[in-house]
């Protein structure tokens, strides 16, 4: 299945694999305006870890690129803040925030280095809506815009995210994966999902069920399933869910019910029940609502995972890094996790 860049990737082609992320300068902190007086930019200050100073690596600030009234400097600057801010190994600095010649829509365009880099710097740009919430990097990659830009996303999950659960009841750190049993990707991330069980004990851990039925003929069937199952008993999904992914080359019309019925059974209920359950209409609504759901948190390919409303492809990111992000992400909402996971830097600035 082919993966899409996450939105992070395409605004920082520099980054690379992991993402690095970038730290705001502040050469630019007040808010955008058509015509001010051009300010004296500040020299670049890094946070190391000797408390060094280091050349400014960027060119300074033009006011005349600062034409459009929206979005503000600090505005940018807490977006990208909330999309990288689990890593201090990379800096920006806002350069321009202009009007383009769609009513509205403001041009976004940042200055990007490692803090560590001999002099490499790189331009990067994207899009913000009318309506200062959403930001386009290109066609494939559009995400919510603002400081808090997962907000929304994370109380709709905490509303409606609903797949059978293992970890904590609580939904403070909610870790929400959206997968088709019919998935090759899905049965490969389940290892990661297992790994993320153990290492963050605090947080409440959701598989949803986003079938790609277009490819996935039996996929749909499957997550039915899945609901009667998790409607019985909550913790007998998830054997549930393993047996499918271990026979899913068996998800054939000779073989797919068979296969099933079998998962059901190896989850210690009994097949005939569940069966009849996911026939009802109860049941095709639920997966129905379910699909719903991943398509209004703009999911877009399995395996998939939110982060307390972060979307990140599950299969694409090191397992340390992941880790990482979580933690950050965490400390960014006010939780705790109980994790294993290393501690992150605080997001860099100028004091």
Known sequence: MKRAFIFA???APVLGAPAYVLAQTGAATKPAQAAPAAPAAKPLELQTL??????????????KFFNAATPTVDTVNSFLTALWGYDPNRIWRVEAIQTTSAPGVSKVVVFVTDKNSTGKVASTSFFVTPDGKHAIADAANVIS???KPFEDTRKMLQERADGAYRGSASKNLMLVEFADLQCPHCKEAQATMDRLAQDFPNARIVFQSFPLVDIHPFAFKAAAYGYCVTKQKNDAFFPYASA??????????????KTLKDAVVKAGLDAATI?????????KNAVEASIKLAQDAAVEQTPMLSVNGHLLPLNGIPYETLKTVISYQAVEDGVTTGATAP??????GVR
């Open 343 to 348: 501690r992150t830097a605080p997001s860099l």
């Open 9 to 11: 990737m395409a605004l």
């Open 244 to 257: 499918v992914f271990d026979n899913q080359a068996s998800l054939t019309p000779e073989m797919g019910d």
């Open 145 to 147: 815009f603002g400081a």
């Open 50 to 63: 000797d408390s060094s100073r280091h050349t400014d690596p960027f060119p300074p600030v033009n006011p």
């Open 275 to 283: 069966d009849t359950c996911a026939n009802t209409v109860e049941a």
